[in-house]
């Protein structure tokens, strides 16, 4: 099994351009995240996917939309990235119960000029 | 929005030494879950151990054991016999239930640890 899987590792972007990030599960599971963290900081969710078919804001969604495709993969879009974006993002995936740990993916470097 | 607040932004211990990281929360949520991670300097994030609000005991995983004492919403994380390994930043993460399923996790800012010989 290869987890939580995400593309691309790292990527640099200029003001406005746009871009999805990738993330596939092969674990089953229901509940998918996607965070960031910022330097020093914690993780911060920026959307989730309880199920497949249902996606809903978490702390920062501001200037980001998702996707959940299928149960496997659930994208995260940037339509015009800003320097304030620029962090790592980590994709998650649960079970679906209510105390299930999450498991991440190995992060996505991002830098926007 | 929930506050979690680490205090300790470094820690160090010496290898084979027993090490507790503390931990403290705001949360209305009747039913909550407490989690740590542990992210070392290669960037993964690693689960640790679990704890749940209505468990009675406290949570323990080989080396890993949780100090939960809800009515003072503290939830410390206890390494014993520290190893070179442990170096590492660790978060502690309440969860609550999301409708439909899942959790929400809020993460604090987080503690590094550094392992001495």
């Known amino acids: 099994n290869a987890g939580v899987t995400q593309t691309p590792k790292f990527q640099v972007l200029k003001t406005g351009q746009s871009m999805t990030l990738q993330c596939a599960q092969d674990?089953?599971?229901?509940?998918m995240y996607w965070y960031r963290q910022d330097p020093g900081m914690g993780l911060r969710l920026i959307y989730y996917?309880?199920?497949?078919?249902?996606?809903d804001k978490g702390e920062v969604p501001n200037g980001y939309n998702v996707s959940r495709l299928n149960k496997r993969e659930f994208s995260l879009r940037l339509e015009s990235a800003a320097p304030s974006q620029t962090s790592v993002y980590f994709c998650?995936?649960?079970?679906?119960?209510?105390?299930?740990?999450?498991?991440f993916g190995p992060g996505t470097r991002l830098t926007v000029l | 929005a929930q506050k979690i607040t680490q205090t300790q932004p470094g820690m160090f211990v010496q290898e084979k030494e027993a090490v507790t990281l503390d931990c403290t929360y705001d949360?209305?949520?009747?039913?909550?879950?407490l989690f740590w991670y542990k992210q070392p300097s290669s960037g993964e994030m690693i689960f640790l151990i679990y704890?749940?609000?209505?468990?009675?005991q406290n949570a323990t995983e080989g080396r890993y054991s949780l100090n939960f004492q809800k009515a003072r919403k503290s939830a410390n994380l206890v390494i014993s016999a520290s190893q070179l390994g442990d170096s590492a930043m660790y978060f502690c993460?309440?969860?609550?239930?999301?409708?439909?399923?899942?959790?929400?996790?809020?993460f604090g800012t987080g503690t590094q640890l550094k392992v001495e010989l």
């Open positions: 949360t209305s949520d009747p039913s909550y879950g």
């Open positions: 993460a309440p969860g609550g239930g999301l409708t439909g399923g899942g959790n929400k996790l809020t």
């Open positions: 998650a995936s649960s079970e679906g119960g209510g105390w299930d740990e999450q498991f």
């Open positions: 674990m089953n599971h229901n509940s």
């Open positions: 704890q749940g609000s209505y468990d009675q």
């Open positions: 996917s309880a199920s497949e078919g249902t996606t």
